[in-house]
């Protein structure tokens, strides 16, 4: 079962220090022989120095479903997307894990990070005819809050995401929202900048709303389906929701609910992930004259891992499972 702990492992790495259990008792350590004075231990190798580090994230196909219009004065909505445009934001980021399992499995691991706060920059590069507009957020400066049950301080948590300072997120995204291929870059990745990119990576979500092409007025739904990978590698089919609320001046508020769902899938012979679910909300707000929106969401999955006992365990040795529930949420304030 050591395959279904390193699953938590994967997805709360990050989050604080918190060490995966074993997945049987240890037994006590054998005593260490005293080293004579000519086989004193050898000074342990110097830490690698830190390497760029260039993570493509490919596009993901998706598909929009216009289910209602929606009444009184229609509009196509657009991102306000103008070449050469700057604006600050900040990324608030909030992840938690929890195992649940027999003690043989190292029984129930709670973990949860305090919240991430990251001051950055976007700017627009090149707009097309189209609308479609190339953009690059850059990481300037980091912060962390503290949260109720967070098994690190703000300032530890601070200090363990430092690395990610100067990290850059360079894409596009289209005028309806559509994302093209992203890419992170980080100028200097030593193990713990890894673990901050990979919290990055598995909390934020998309800055956008996809957007009809059609006119549309308050009331107006319409769905986005495509694939999601829970903890960056379950496989699972997403699909948004999303109705206009209401549209006072030049600002639209968008509301969405998330629905993800997964098919039983294996990570090896024995372990088999299953009963693969989640759901969350979001909420943004479109403004006619701003690139990047305020907006909200919020991520809860779930799913339980259960491992077969080898031929050479016996006939009477049982399968032996945990349960994992994963808490994600993501914050823009433009500023």
């Known amino acids: 079962m050591k395959r279904i702990n390193s699953l938590l492992l994967v997805a709360v790495v990050a989050c604080g220090g918190s060490k995966t259990a074993p997945s049987t008792t240890p037994l006590p350590p054998e005593p260490t022989p005293e080293p004579t004075a000519a086989e004193k231990p050898a000074p342990p190798p110097p830490a690698p120095a830190p390497t760029p580090l260039d993570l493509p994230i490919p596009v ?62 976007v700017e627009v590069g090149q707009v097309t005819a189209d609308g479609h507009a190339a953009f690059k957020l850059t990481v300037g400066g980091i912060d962390a809050k503290d949260r109720p049950g967070a098994k690190s301080t703000a300032a530890q948590f601070k200090d363990q995401m430092a690395g990610i300072a100067g990290l850059t997120i360079a894409g596009s995204v289209g005028a309806n929202g559509q994302l093209g291929e992203l890419s992170i870059h980080l100028d200097k990745a030593d193990k713990q900048a890894l673990n901050a990119v990979a919290l990055l990576k598995l909390s934020m979500m998309p800055m956008w709303p996809q957007l009809p092409t059609d006119p549309i007025g308050v009331g107006a739904k319409w769905t986005v389906t495509g694939p999601y990978k829970i903890a960056d590698r379950l496989d699972t089919q997403q699909t948004i929701e999303f109705e206009l609320v209401s549209h006072k001046g030049n600002a639209w508020e968008i509301k969405g609910t998330v ?19 989640g759901t969350g909300a979001i909420a943004m707000t479109l403004t006619d004259d701003t690139f990047v929106p305020a907006s909200s969401s919020t991520l809860a999955s779930d799913f339980t891992a259960t491992a077969q006992p080898p031929p050479s365990a016996g006939s009477a040795a049982a399968p032996q499972s945990a349960q994992f529930h994963l808490e994600q949420g993501f914050a823009v304030t433009p500023k």
Do not use: C, N, W
């Open 259 to 277: 629905k993800v769902a997964g098919a039983d899938q294996k990570v090896d012979p024995q372990t088999t992930l299953e009963k693969i679910g």
């Open 60 to 121: 993901v196909a998706t598909t929009l479903k216009l289910v209602k219009p929606g009444t009184g004065k229609k509009a196509v909505l657009k991102l306000a997307a103008t070449q050469g445009a700057k604006q600050h934001v900040e990324l608030a980021l909030d992840f938690a894990g929890k195992q649940t399992a027999s003690p043989e499995l190292g029984g129930t691991q709670e973990d949860m990070a305090p919240t991430l706060v990251l001051a950055s920059d």
